[in-house]
């Protein structure tokens, strides 16, 4: 029979494997810097938050929230963030508020 200790290690193992987050693959961009992968299939994580991000669109939400307009200043054209933008990204989303849906993108 396993001690108290080996299985007190096993019971944390699968209790943060439970709750990761998949991560978006992280690519170098043309310039050098780390740039975030937009999921175009579902939603794009990085770090402990995921965003719906719609390049086409020019949207992100946030799960929970209202879709909401991508900042000007961020270029989403080539499918890529920095993490910076990524950050923004979130902020903006989390801004939105209210109760989001499939509805709620017009």
Excluded at 25 to 32: E, I, L, N, S
Excluded at 70 to 84: E, K, L, Q
Aim: with cysteine; net charge neutral; glycine share 14%.
């Amino acid at each position: 029979m396993a001690d108290m200790k080996t299985l007190a290690g096993i019971g944390a193992m699968v209790a943060l494997t439970a709750c990761e987050v998949p991560q978006s693959p992280v690519v170098t961009g043309p310039d050098g810097q780390a740039r975030i992968q937009i999921s175009t299939s579902g939603l794009t994580c990085y770090q402990t938050r995921c965003l719906d991000i719609d390049p086409a669109a020019r949207s992100v939400r946030m799960v929970g929230n209202r879709t909401t307009g991508i900042p000007r200043g961020i270029d989403v054209s080539d499918g890529t963030v920095t993490p910076a933008e990524f950050r923004r990204l979130g902020e903006v989303a989390l801004l939105a508020g209210g109760t989001g849906s499939r509805g709620d993108r017009g």
